[in-house]
């Protein structure tokens, strides 16, 4: 079980993503979207709050991947409510697939209320106390997808040969 209680998603910014494009949260691995497997693993490790940083163009769609009760808004009060707290929260600064084997890199952990003030007095995700976070592995495009998928697909093979 997790130790965090609440976390952050970082979606691309809606007008970063072309027409006719989702953000990569949103891309599917075996016909589920990243999201959802990301939501169902965050639920299963104890994540009992979640906040998806995702603009209006795309955030209907993301709250039918979320759990209920999922906060999903580009604004930075929102933001900031959610983050009012000294317990640690588990922050995705860009797409990403939970995979136990996935080593720390990219996600990280830090007081909610330090997050929010680095966050708004310096503009950077280099927080004092942050701690890298294992289990997520970054999803750079539609590459990713694909190995992840293939992944997934051999593990699925190799235990139907068990």
Aim: hydrophobic content about 45%.
């Amino acid at each position: 079980m997790s130790r965090f209680k609440r976390a952050v998603l970082f979606f691309e910014e809606d007008a970063a993503v072309p027409a006719g494009f989702k953000p990569l949260m949103l891309e599917a691995v075996l016909s589920c979207p990243i999201l959802t497997w990301a939501g169902d693993r965050l639920r299963a490790d104890g994540v009992q709050r979640l906040f998806a940083v995702c603009g209006p163009r795309f955030a209907e769609e993301a709250r039918r991947c979320l759990p209920q009760g999922a906060q999903i808004s580009e604004q930075w009060a929102d933001l900031e409510a959610f983050l009012d707290t000294d317990d640690p929260v588990l922050v995705l600064p860009r797409a990403a697939f939970p995979m136990e084997e996935a080593g720390p890199g990219f996600a990280y952990a830090a007081p909610g209320r330090e997050l929010r003030e680095t966050w708004r007095e310096k503009m950077t995700n280099n927080v004092q106390s942050a701690e890298l976070v294992s289990g997520w592995l970054p999803v750079y495009g539609p590459d990713t997808v694909a190995e992840i998928e293939a992944l997934l697909r051999q593990r699925e093979a190799l235990k139907g040969n068990e």
